[in-house]
């Protein structure tokens, strides 16, 4: 059994670069946009704002079929946006069990600005203008501590950030939002089996199961700022993260109550034993299937009413889990800020 969590692997997920178109394309001519239509683009108009100027123009969506991953956004004549899961296109596959470094998301990149010029009409010239979404992650093997690591991730404060909504699956996901970023933990394995056709699925069988063998747990941080991120951040994206994870944990120790928690906080509420011994049933239900296992179990009113309850005794029903005791991500911070 582990006693500790360690560091599996780190790097970019998904990315979202805008291209500056530099050749003029001729949106007014039919025949140019029955061509791009004829590409498989999808034709829209919209208002979008770049560089602080509200632009009113027609734009164009493409979604690969050979990479799957790849969505394109065509707007005004003037910019592309390219948005990609980077270990899913390197790999060309529906599975990233590992994450792509900054060189290897640079590549990417160049092939993505050759692609995406080939597919529009003319194959005008682009070149890179902004980095509008980095999403940095690491991979914990994190074991029977699973749980935990997810319950905590629901208590991570992204620096900076004045108003944040968070919730929490137990042992399945937590995610916390700002308006600018997004903070998540999930169960990879259990992601793998969700997301992946049946056929995949079958296909993956092995690596579903070493991963949830594993209790692989990824920590992500996707970061969307307004202006755009600075190109260098991709080569410092380690250090950030890791400075990331050590402010939005306190330092990277976090105590996880669990149920023992709960169940002294229902007994202190004076209940009728009754009451009592079936709000920690379900808590103790809940804790172990988590959201999805326990709507299986429960029929859907039943679920959300007893769920209502806790909120209506003050109870933090989201933070249980079935794990109790200390989580400490400090030597995950240290191995990132070191990488």
Excluded at 224 to 245: H, I
Excluded at 315 to 320: G, S, T, Y
């Amino acid at each position: 059994m582990l006693d500790v969590i360690s560091l599996n692997a780190h790097g970019c997920d998904t990315v979202r670069v805008n291209f500056r178109v530099l050749d003029s394309i001729p949106e007014a001519d039919p025949g140019w946009r029955s061509e791009m239509l004829g590409a498989g683009f999808r034709h829209n108009s919209q208002t979008f704002l770049e560089d602080g100027e509200v632009i009113n123009s027609d734009s164009y969506q493409y979604q690969d079929e050979r990479y799957s991953t790849l969505r394109l956004n065509l707007r005004g004549g003037s910019y592309l946006a390219a948005e990609f899961s980077a270990p899913r296109l390197l790999d060309d596959s529906p599975v990233n069990t590992r994450l792509a470094s900054p060189g290897e998301v640079d590549e990417l990149l160049e092939f993505v600005g050759s692609y995406a010029s080939a597919l529009i009409p003319g194959a005008p010239a682009l070149e890179r203008h902004k980095l509008s979404r980095l999403d940095y992650a690491a991979d914990l093997d994190a074991g029977p501590m699973l749980p935990g690591v997810i319950s905590v991730g629901a208590q991570f404060r992204i620096p900076g950030a004045r108003k944040l909504s968070s919730y929490v699956y137990p042992g399945e996901t937590s995610t916390v939002r700002s308006s600018w970023a997004t903070f998540r933990a999930y169960a990879k394995g259990r992601e793998l089996h969700e997301k992946l056709r049946p056929a995949d699925r079958e296909k993956y069988a092995e690596v579903i199961r070493l991963t949830r063998e594993k209790g692989v747990t990824r920590m992500e941080f996707s970061d969307r700022k307004r202006g755009g991120l600075a190109w260098d951040s991709l080569n410092t994206a380690s250090v950030g993260f890791s400075e990331r994870l050590q402010q939005g944990f306190g330092g990277g120790v976090v105590l996880i109550g669990g149920l023992a928690r709960l169940e002294s906080e229902i007994s202190s509420l004076g209940l009728s034993s009754q009451r009592e011994s079936s709000l920690l049933k379900f808590a103790t239900r809940y804790a172990v299937l988590g959201e999805d296992g326990m709507k299986e179990r429960y029929s859907k009113p039943t679920f959300y009413r007893t769920k209502r309850l806790f909120l209506d005794y003050g109870l933090r029903l989201d933070d249980v889990c079935s794990f109790e005791g200390e989580i400490d991500l400090r030597p995950v911070i240290e191995q990132l800020r070191a990488a």
